[in-house]
């Protein structure tokens, strides 16, 4: 695995406020975005920061416990992401075994995404959710 980290994305409540608070309030550069679109990314100094709905993003990466309200649980899930994007499919399976190998657990194998990319996740040895993802996004 390269060391680098492509996306750091944040699980949030309110996306337009979120939105509002990193673009208006911390003058975060926002990529073109349609305004339906129910992600946000921003483009940093080296790396990405990405937006994004927390339940939705604790359901993309496997961990969204469904009936935490009604049951009493609590999710362990916290609401952020790492990404590693690497440029194809048989990376991201190949970074994922070696995570693995490394001690890693892995959370949601490599699949086909609704978005047209190809990813999974594992998490490190203290729970941090990495996402390995193909493809590599434009300006990455």
């Given at each position: 695995?390269?060391?680098?980290?492509?996306?750091?994305?944040?699980?949030?409540?309110?996306?337009?406020?979120?939105?509002?608070?990193?673009?208006?309030?911390l003058?975060?550069?926002?990529?073109?975005?349609?305004?339906?679109?129910?992600?946000?990314?921003?483009?940093?100094?080296?790396?990405?920061?990405?937006?994004?709905?927390w339940?939705?993003?604790?359901?993309?990466?496997?961990?969204?416990?469904?009936?935490?309200?009604?049951?009493?649980?609590?999710?362990?899930f916290?609401?952020?992401?790492?990404?590693?994007?690497?440029?194809?499919?048989?990376?991201?399976?190949?970074?994922?075994?070696?995570?693995?190998?490394?001690?890693?657990d892995?959370v949601?194998?490599?699949?086909?995404?609704?978005?047209?990319?190809?990813?999974?996740?594992?998490?490190?040895?203290?729970?941090?959710?990495?996402?390995?993802?193909?493809?590599?996004?434009?300006?990455?």
């Amino acid at each position: 695995m390269d060391p680098r980290m492509t996306i750091v994305t944040l699980g949030v409540d309110d996306l337009d406020a979120a939105i509002e608070f990193y673009r208006d309030g911390l003058g975060f550069p926002i990529r073109d975005r349609d305004p339906d679109d129910d992600i946000a990314f921003f483009t940093l100094d080296g790396t990405w920061l990405a937006l994004y709905p927390w339940d939705a993003l604790a359901e993309d990466a496997g961990v969204l416990v469904e009936d935490a309200t009604a049951s009493g649980e609590a999710s362990a899930f916290s609401g952020v992401t790492l990404a590693h994007n690497v440029p194809d499919s048989a990376e991201v399976d190949a970074v994922l075994s070696e995570a693995v190998a490394a001690g890693a657990d892995l959370v949601k194998p490599a699949q086909d995404t609704f978005w047209g990319g190809y990813s999974g996740y594992f998490a490190d040895l203290d729970g941090h959710l990495w996402e390995v993802a193909s493809p590599v996004l434009d300006g990455m």
